[in-house]
T-cell receptor
Framework: DVKVTQSSRYLVKRTGEKVFLECVQD?????MFWYRQDPGLGLRLIYF???????EKGDIPEGYSVSREKKERFSLILESASTNQTSMYLC????????????????FGEGSRLTVL | GNSVTQMEGPVTLSEEAFLTINCTYT??????LFWYVQYPGEGLQLLLK?????DKGSNKGFEATYRKETTSFHLEKGSVQVSDSAVYFC??????????FGSGTQLTVLP
């Protein structure tokens, strides 16, 4: 069964802490994405990557960075967590042409719910 | 820019009722349209899609028809089940392949 695996389902951090959210996919997909999901706002794209060591800003990159050292792994980093970053974070991947979400068929992980106190 | 507007939830139905979740969009060019579903405690998964006008996407008893004249992609199911309880997201991709999601509609089906 193909999978996108996010390392932590639930995290609680304090303001100012550095936070790492890890995502691994086993489908050999070129494209990987990080979204945040908030009630009433749907999904908003933070960063994406279409190749190893490549990254591009999404719609709300402020306060976040990413790392893609290997094709299967895409990490989201909060350098100094703040309370307004309390959210559900979803990682996704897709195959196909270079670019954003390609054909639109994304495979999602189960999400990481982050609470910043 | 592109946008997707979904009917606000939550929607509560009895088992075997007819379901419609409205979705309208604004986009440049000729977008592809999608419905994603998120079951409790899980990530999103693709439910169905349509890539051109008048196409009908279907899966698991759900259907949606790409209506260019009304810029709509409403999700329908003739007889819902308790297991259909989930959050449903309408989405589109434009020629730039940017995926835009609606805000989601929570559906609860009661036995």
């Amino acid at each position: 069964d193909v999978k996108v695996t996010q390392s932590s389902r639930y995290l609680v951090k304090r303001t100012g802490e550095k936070v790492f959210l890890e995502c691994v996919q086993d489908m050999d997909h070129e494209n990987m994405f990080w979204y945040r999901q908030d009630p009433g706002l749907g999904l908003r794209l933070i960063y994406f990557s279409y190749d190893v060591k490549m990254k591009e800003k999404g719609d709300i990159p402020e306060g976040y960075s990413v790392s893609r050292e290997k094709k299967e792994r895409f990490s989201l980093i909060l350098e100094s967590a703040s309370t307004n970053q309390t959210s559900m974070y979803l990682c996704a991947s897709s195959s196909g042409t270079r670019g954003r979400e390609g054909t639109g068929e994304l495979f999602f992980g189960e999400g990481s719910r982050l609470t910043v106190l | 820019g592109n946008s997707v507007t979904q009917m606000e939830g939550p929607v509560t139905l009895s088992e075997e009722a007819f379901l419609t979740i409205n979705c309208t969009y604004t986009a440049t060019g000729y977008p592809s349209l999608f419905w994603y579903v998120q079951y409790p405690g899980e990530g999103l998964q693709l439910l169905l899609k349509a890539t051109k006008a008048d196409d009908k996407g279907s899966n698991k008893g759900f259907e949606a028809t790409y209506r260019k004249e009304t810029t709509s992609f409403h999700l329908e199911k003739g007889s819902v089940q308790v297991s259909d309880s989930a959050v449903y997201f309408c989405a589109l991709t434009s020629s730039a392949r940017q995926l835009t999601f609606g805000s989601g509609t929570q559906l609860t089906v009661l036995p």
